[in-house]
């Protein structure tokens, strides 16, 4: 009996040790996550012992906080040996309280990491090392990323179409365009305010608002929003009560330092009664309201104009025909004026085309069609689509279209010559012009007047006939001065006669020059010299376009010292958007962006503010193949 009791004694001390054994091999589960869920960036895991806590960009000199939770996923304690900050180099992170030794089964702890930059654009990076004992993760990483910042709150607007605006230099302007609401309705629209900055943004509204427009969001007239995209609905009730345009307007104050004025958010709408609206696009109507030609209460024409359109291509304008009644709106016929190859629409219309009141599910209420322009001269063309309907109180609208395509005078120096020429001495300046148009120019005169003296003060010396510009080809004329002793500071004025349309009337040349001398010889003006080191013609391949066409100042000279560069792109290639990149270098670029022609002048200033004549080049852009 004895010797069996000591065996179950034994049996039960090898179980209980079997036990213990089991207990101390089992994995403990660990999980690591950012308690804050709002962090610019989340808090990633690039691999199960490697996370990222991305602070995003913050102002210097403040101190921001993240926590950082870990929990133990297994019903047995985990040991801490350590959590720590390494790799800190800016000294920028550091952890708030201290660290637990140990983390009870199915329990959660939580620790703070501070982050305090202190340089603009610093770059901060750091880690964040985790010692664990017999966990799933024993060793983990966070990677630390900030940015430190002098900039506070930025100010983004979303306008009510999508579009995305932000301060630069100036305040925000962005319209809410309710367009035709009829009478006694109503529409809302609305903008968002977003704060893109690391600080607090702090937002006044001062409404003009009238009586149609009723503010639905905010309930006050100021807000903040938290820094990394707070955001805040501003969103306007529009409520015509008679058949007038009305406007209001909400200024926002900020404290958005990029913001150098206030932004204003305009309002726009008008009341009608229903029936037919026609709208056109037209060259004229803004940007951010391409269709703003449209018929009004008591108006039964617009005016659709395509502007500068040259011989050969062709332009694309829309008109929308839309039902604002109550009941179907019967469109009957669809006709040019004058029948032409130079306008044209699409789709055609058939014998009739019904639309259905504003609103209905079960059909159109607005028909689009395209209006086309090809010009097959460079004369202004015109013609009138008229519009024919059952509305019994407009039953026909005309659509007045105009376009050309026209040559375009440009002078260089367009101010004055000074003549700084001793008694009796003789000295020559030039001036160019340009053809900034497209379509070609004509230069049938130009005249001195008043001209004293005898021999006369001023004479133009290479100019004795017509000149036929080219769009962008120019040609520099040199005017003479003899300065005459016996006549003070002579001056006088250059006409240029042309088939500029603005300035084609005989009574109405171009007369801006003016011509002055004063005698003093004490500093002679400069000389620009503009080079294109890559020629006159450059290729380029349409995959590589545009293509950086380098501009050389460096040739410019003076008896002292050239204090100011400017370079003008007098003409570039229809629907070209080439910009100079920096028009006050010595040396600079410009992006050529379309195949053709391309002008360029640089005039060059002296250190006592005397300008040079113009150097002019044009450089033609074609396609290698």
């Known amino acids: ?95 708030k309280e201290e660290i637990p030794a140990k983390i009870e089964g199915n329990k959660s702890i939580t620790f703070t990491v501070l982050y305090s930059p202190k340089k603009d654009k610093s770059n901060d990076l750091g880690k964040l090392k985790i010692l664990t004992e017999n966990t799933t993760i024993p060793d983990a990483t966070v990677n630390l990323i900030g940015n430190g910042t002098t900039s506070e ?4 607007i979303i306008s009510p179409d999508g579009k995305d605006l932000t301060c630069d230099n100036k305040g925000i302007q962005m319209t809410y365009y309710f367009g035709p609401q009829r009478v006694n309705t109503s529409k809302t629209l609305t903008a968002v305010v977003k704060n893109k900055g690391p600080s607090t943004l702090n937002v006044t509204m001062s409404p003009v ?36 345009t009305y406007n209001g307007k909400i200024i926002l104050t900020t404290n958005d330092s990029n913001c150098t004025t206030a932004n204003e958010l305009y309002l726009t709408g008008r009341g009608t009664s229903g029936g037919i609206e026609v709208c056109g696009e037209s060259d004229d109507c803004p940007s951010e309201l391409p269709m703003c030609q449209c018929t009004l209460e008591n108006t039964t024409t617009i005016t659709m104009d395509f502007g500068d359109v040259k011989k050969g291509e062709k332009k694309d304008m829309q008109i929308r025909i839309k039902n604002l009644g109550d009941s179907n709106l019967n469109i009957n016929e ?136 080219q769009p962008g080809e120019f040609f520099n004329v040199n005017v003479e001065f003899t300065n ?8 006088a004025q250059i006409f240029i006669y042309s088939n500029d349309p603005y300035w084609s009337s005989s009574e109405n040349p171009y007369y801006i020059l003016m011509l002055y001398s004063d005698d003093n010889t004490s500093d ?26 380098l501009l050389d100042g460096s040739q410019s000279h003076d008896d002292n010292s ?25 040396n600079t670029f410009f992006n050529a962006d379309e195949y053709g022609k391309y002008t360029i002048q640089l005039i060059v200033v002296d250190n006592v503010g005397q300008e040079s004549t113009p150097s002019t080049i044009s450089v033609t852009v074609v396609e290698d193949i």
């Open 209 to 244: 608002l009238g009586s149609a427009f009723q503010i639905v969001k905010p309930t006050t007239n100021s807000f903040s929003l938290k820094p990394n995209s707070e955001t805040q609905e501003i969103t306007v009730k529009f409520t015509p009560t008679t058949t007038d």
């Open 524 to 549: 002679m003006p400069p000389v620009a010299v503009a080079k294109a080191p890559g020629g006159d013609l450059q290729k380029v391949r349409s995959n590589e376009r545009p293509l950086k066409v």
């Open 153 to 156: 709150a930025t100010i983004q």
């Open 562 to 586: 050239i204090a100011q560069y400017k370079w003008t792109l007098l003409f570039k290639p229809k629907n070209s958007q080439a910009q100079i990149d920096d028009p006050t270098a010595q």
């Open 484 to 491: 005459n002793p016996n006549i003070p500071n002579e001056s």
């Open 1 to 95: 009996m004895k010797n069996l009791i000591t065996l179950l004694v034994i049996i039960m001390f090898v179980a209980c040790q079997c036990e213990d054994e089991t207990v101390t091999a089992i994995t403990r589960g660990i999980k690591i996550e950012a308690v804050n869920q709002n962090l610019p960036t989340k808090f990633e895991t690039s691999s199960k012992d490697i996370f990222n806590l991305d602070f995003g960009m913050r102002t210097i000199n403040k101190t921001y906080e993240e926590q950082i939770r870990i929990t133990n996923q297994s019903a047995n304690e985990i040991v801490i040996k350590s959590i720590s900050v390494t790799d800190n180099a800016n000294g920028v992170y550091s952890i």
């Open 334 to 469: 669809v006709k040019f004026d004058t029948q032409s190859d130079e306008f044209s629409y699409t789709p055609a219309i058939p014998p009739k085309v019904t639309l259905k009141p504003t609103g209905d599910p079960n059909g159109e209420d607005v028909k689009v069609l395209t209006v086309t322009y090809a010009p097959s001269s460079n004369n202004k063309s015109s013609n009138t689509l008229t519009i024919k309907s059952d509305d019994s109180s407009k039953p026909s609208i005309k659509v007045k279209l105009n376009g050309e395509s026209n040559p375009k005078l440009s002078v260089s120096p367009d101010g004055m010559l000074v003549f700084k020429t001793a008694a009796s001495k003789t000295e020559s300046q030039p001036f160019t012009i340009t053809n900034a148009g497209y379509a070609p120019l004509v230069v049938s005169k130009i005249e001195i007047d008043p001209n004293t003296g005898v021999p006369k003060s001023f004479n133009i010396l290479n100019f004795s006939a017509e000149k036929t510009l």
